[in-house]
């Protein structure tokens, strides 16, 4: 597998809190995405960066920011949780015209 | 929007009958790519058709990309319980980003 993790793996929170949700690479691959995951619905883009400090949205990006201050690291933040915002995310890596590379995802739960 | 369709959401199997998924794109894609999700895990890249027509194969896996590049299948020959999973199409979004639009996959049980 690629050089990609995730952190946390596992989180629980309340409804209005902030989360932030880390992807880490190794493989210093330039596109990094960020989805979610839910029953019914496949894989879903909420953001994508093409380099440090270049984002941009994807289909369900309501709710969600993100940054990209370093190659490596694509943060993804929650700043105020809501119920439909419980899901696994998953973040992953790309160089142009390849394939994408996933990470182990995130499962959030907010009660 | 641009969409990609994936059928059957759901199938299952006796092990050793054979499985084929098929997804279809309202618009012409450069290129189709497929992924498959082990229960509990991540999406992993199988593989990436760019011709018109196109056959690959993958031991018992045969990929299809279809004349006018707006539909491919996935056809498995008999199915182990390895095969286990969902498998997914995606193609390019339009204006030839980087972003990809993903089918809802395929859920493929097997019973052994």
């Known amino acids: 597998d690629a050089g990609i993790t995730q952190s946390p793996r596992h989180k629980v929170t309340e409804t209005g809190t902030p989360v932030t949700l880390r992807c880490h690479q190794t493989e210093n691959h330039r596109y990094m995405y960020w989805y979610r995951q839910d029953p019914g619905h496949g894989l879903r883009l909420i953001h994508y960066s093409y380099g440090v400090k270049d984002t941009d949205k994807g289909e369900v990006s309501d709710g969600y920011s993100v940054s990209r201050s370093k190659t490596e690291d694509f943060l993804l933040t929650l700043e105020s949780a809501t119920s439909s915002q419980t899901s696994v995310y998953f973040c992953?890596?790309?160089?142009?015209?390849?394939?994408?590379?996933f990470g182990p995802g995130t499962r959030l739960t907010v009660l | 929007g641009q969409q990609v369709m994936q059928i059957p959401q759901y199938q299952h199997v006796q092990e050793g009958e054979d499985f084929t998924t098929y997804c279809n794109s309202s618009t012409t894609l450069s290129n189709i790519q497929w992924y498959k999700q082990r229960p509990g895990g991540h999406p992993v890249f199988l593989i990436q058709l760019v011709k018109s027509g196109e056959v690959k194969k993958q031991k018992r896996l045969t990929f299809q990309f279809g004349e006018a590049k707006k539909n491919s299948s996935l056809h498995i020959t008999a199915t182990q319980t390895t095969d286990v999973g969902t498998y997914f199409c995606a193609g390019p979004a339009q204006g030839g980003s980087e972003k990809l639009v993903f089918g809802k996959g395929t859920k493929l049980t097997v019973n052994p």
């Open positions: 992953a890596i790309s160089e142009p015209y390849n394939e994408q590379f």
